[in-house]
């Protein structure tokens, strides 16, 4: 089946430095991925939406130059957490579409779990 | 933001018994699927009902949908411990997925 792999799976930073966080698409080509936050017990909350070759599509209420999208292939999208502080630790989540039929499942990554200190 | 509510939030039940969980949303939507995650990973796609669809099944997996009251519901038949996870609905209206709030299992064996 279609696989999707996030890197890292943990990462561990200091307030004011950025972190990168890629999604890779291993077997299937993905024109859309998308980003997801998730605070413990609580549902994904959907940061934007990442088309191969163009900008990205952010939802409201994220600020789209802290949080950086980059989908620069058909399988590769990257979060760029910019000036990080603590507020911004969370689980982060990517997932990609196969195909471009919009009732096809998401494939989703094993998650980020970022910790600013 | 969030599209919906799922209940019940949790839910504890004995392994071999039913599980139901329920989903609202706000939306039309154009169709509904329905993920698990274990803790602390990313999710897994059980299913997706269109929104012409009424009812399907997978396995011990059975979900309907009504447009009308804008809710679905996941039945799980003869739980097992492994069942035990959180249960995600998500409603794709704008070819973009929108995650209910989820309802965490626990199947004691």
């Known amino acids: 089946g279609a696989v999707v792999s996030q890197h890292p799976s943990r990462v561990i930073c200091k307030s004011g430095t950025s972190v990168k966080i890629e999604c890779r698409s291993l077997?299937?080509?993905?024109?859309?991925m998308f980003w997801y936050r998730q605070f413990p017990k609580q549902s994904l909350m959907l940061m934007a939406t990442?088309?191969?070759?163009?900008?990205?599509?952010?939802e409201q209420g994220v600020e789209k130059d802290k949080f950086l999208i980059n989908h620069a292939s058909l399988t590769l999208s990257t979060l760029t957490v910019t000036s990080a502080h603590p507020e911004d630790s969370s689980f982060y989540i990517c997932?990609?579409?196969?195909?471009?039929?919009?009732?096809?499942?998401?494939?989703f990554g094993n998650g980020t779990r970022l910790t600013v200190t | 933001s969030q599209q919906g509510e799922e209940d019940p939030q949790a839910l504890s039940i004995q392994e071999g018994e039913n599980a139901t969980m329920n989903c609202s949303y706000k939306t039309s939507i154009n169709n509904l699927q329905w993920y698990r995650q274990n803790s602390g990973r990313g999710l897994v796609h059980l299913i997706l009902i269109r929104s012409n669809e009424r009812e399907k099944h997978s396995g011990r997996l059975r979900v309907t949908l009504d447009t009308s009251k804008k809710s679905s519901s996941l039945l799980i038949t003869a739980s097992r411990a492994a069942d035990t996870a959180s249960y995600f609905c998500g409603t794709d209206s704008s070819y973009k997925l929108i995650f209910g709030s989820g309802t965490r299992l626990l199947v004691r064996p």
């Open positions: 990442s088309n191969e070759g163009s900008k990205a599509t952010y």
């Open positions: 077997d299937f080509q993905a024109t859309t």
């Open positions: 997932s990609a579409r196969e195909g471009t039929a919009g009732d096809s499942p998401l494939h």
